[in-house]
């Protein structure tokens, strides 16, 4: 991403978060999609507008050159977007986005956060998908350096919610239990849906969004 369209998309943030009726803590939710995908695919935009409907401020964080994504230049729009990590601020990733912010939030180190809402999750090697259309996961995987223990103190209880279908054939429900359980999350786990992409039937996502729901709940007690 150049200069200019990082500030164009900055700017789109401030805007899309200056709403006049905003929850009383004033969470942030950011997006962060995976392998492929850009900040219009799959249900990224329903819930951005379904946030902002409730006065949630929603930024849909855009991931540079997601057919062959760069490590380093991945953990460098997340600190462009996201800086320190806060207390209000929830997290919503999908896929090869979640292992990308589980390092993230290992190296930022925050005392806090909000939450997470982990999609299709995993947080260690696919074995049955090492790579995918020239794209070297297991080599993108291994830069990731995550320390669950942290991230679970971060979000504090019943804050860490993962979502997974038994049909997923790209991350296995297995892997997505793994990381749960490493992060002591709650899983919910369904019988279909697939890698919950727009092709699977999913241009609108309402169990991330009432998952979100809850843990902004959670922030106003």
């Not at 929850?23 to 219009?40: E, K, M, R």
């Not at 062959?68 to 991945?74: A, G, I, L, T, V």
């Not at 979502?163 to 899983?187: C, F, Q």
Request: overall charge neutral.
């Amino acid at each position: 991403m150049n200069r200019r369209q990082f500030c164009t998309a900055a700017a789109g943030m401030l805007a899309a978060c200056a709403q006049p009726h905003r929850t009383p803590q004033h969470a942030t939710v950011f997006i962060i999609y995976g392998y492929g995908a850009t900040i219009d695919n799959h249900w990224f935009a329903w819930l951005q507008a379904q946030l902002q409907q409730r006065g949630i401020c929603a930024v849909r964080v855009p991931m540079p050159d997601s057919a062959q994504p760069d490590f380093d230049r991945w953990q460098q729009t997340l600190a462009q977007y996201i800086g320190k990590p806060q207390e209000n601020h929830i997290f919503v990733a999908h896929s090869l986005g979640t292992i990308s912010l589980l390092h993230y939030l290992t190296a930022a180190r925050p005392r806090r956060i909000g939450g997470l809402v982990l999609v299709s999750a995993f947080g260690k090697r696919i074995p049955t998908l090492p790579e995918i259309n020239g794209f070297n996961i297991d080599a993108y995987v291994d830069c990731c350096r995550i320390d669950f223990a942290a991230i679970a103190r971060m979000a504090g209880n019943h804050r860490i919610e993962l979502i997974s279908a038994d049909d997923d054939a790209i991350v296995p429900e297995e892997n997505t239990r793994y990381v749960a359980k490493e992060l002591n999350g709650y899983l919910h786990i369904r019988a279909t849906g697939g890698h919950f992409l727009d092709r699977d039937g999913f241009t609108q996502f309402p169990p991330v969004l009432e998952s979100v729901e809850r843990i902004v709940q959670m922030l106003q007690e």
